[in-house]
C-alpha cells in the first residue's frame, strides 16, 4: 500500500496550446515535459500499449492504470503548481484564465475518475482549492466531514469505517473544502 500527495497530472494541455485551441496533452507537445520525469518508472505493459507516443507513459493519467499497488491519492482537483508553473497559465485573475482553471479542473476530474473506479480498492482525496500542497495534511481539509488523515488511515488498516473515496466536487472553479488554507480565488 501507498499513498502520494500532489503527484497525479492529468491529460492536460499546456496554457499556450490550449489559448491556440490545441488540447493535445502537454507530452505530445513536448515529450520531455513528463517522459523525462518519470522515465525511472515507465511500466513496460504501458510502452508496449504506446509504441509511437512512449512519452505517454510519463503521464500519471496514463500510467496510472498500469499500477498495481493499492494506491490512496490526494490532490488538489486545481493544483496551483501544475496549472500555473508547469502548464504556464499566468496567474492574473484573467477570464481567459479563470477559463483554462475550468479546463485543467475538468480534466483532473475526468482523469482521477479511473481511481474512484479503481477494482484494487484505491483511495482518493480530492479538494476543491487552487493549491498545491500546502493544505494536504492529515487533519487540515474535510471533504464530506471527513479528513484525509481519517479516510487514509481507515482504507490502510482495512477498517471500512468511513469512505475511502472523497471528492469535493462543489463546482467547475475552485469552491473551498471545508478547512484552511483554501485558494479559491483565480
Not at 119 to 145: A, R, W, Y
Amino acid at each position: 500500500r501507498a499513498s502520494q500527495s500532489s503527484w497525479y497530472y492529468p491529460e492536460v494541455a499546456a496554457y499556450a496550446n490550449w489559448v491556440n485551441n490545441n488540447t493535445e496533452p502537454i507530452y505530445v507537445n513536448d515529450p520531455r515535459a513528463l517522459g523525462e520525469l518519470w522515465e525511472s518508472i515507465r511500466d513496460e505493459n504501458c510502452l508496449a500499449d504506446f509504441p509511437d507516443l512512449p512519452e505517454s507513459c510519463g503521464s500519471v493519467g496514463i500510467w496510472y492504470r498500469y499500477l498495481r499497488t493499492p494506491t490512496f491519492i490526494i490532490n488538489n482537483r486545481f493544483d496551483s503548481q501544475q496549472i500555473f508553473t508547469r502548464l504556464g497559465a499566468p496567474d492574473n485573475g484573467s477570464p481567459l484564465t479563470t477559463e483554462y482553471v475550468e479546463y485543467a479542473g475538468r480534466q483532473m476530474r475526468a482523469s482521477l475518475q479511473q481511481v474512484a473506479d479503481s477494482p484494487k480498492g484505491d483511495g482518493l482525496f480530492v479538494m476543491s482549492c487552487l493549491e498545491h500542497t500546502s493544505n494536504t495534511g492529515l487533519n487540515v481539509i474535510q471533504v464530506d466531514g471527513v479528513t484525509y488523515g481519517q479516510s487514509l488511515g481507515d482504507w490502510y488498516f482495512e477498517r471500512n469505517n468511513v469512505p475511502h473515496v472523497l471528492t469535493d466536487d462543489c463546482g467547475d472553479l475552485p469552491c473551498g473544502s471545508v478547512g484552511t488554507p483554501c485558494r479559491l480565488t483565480i
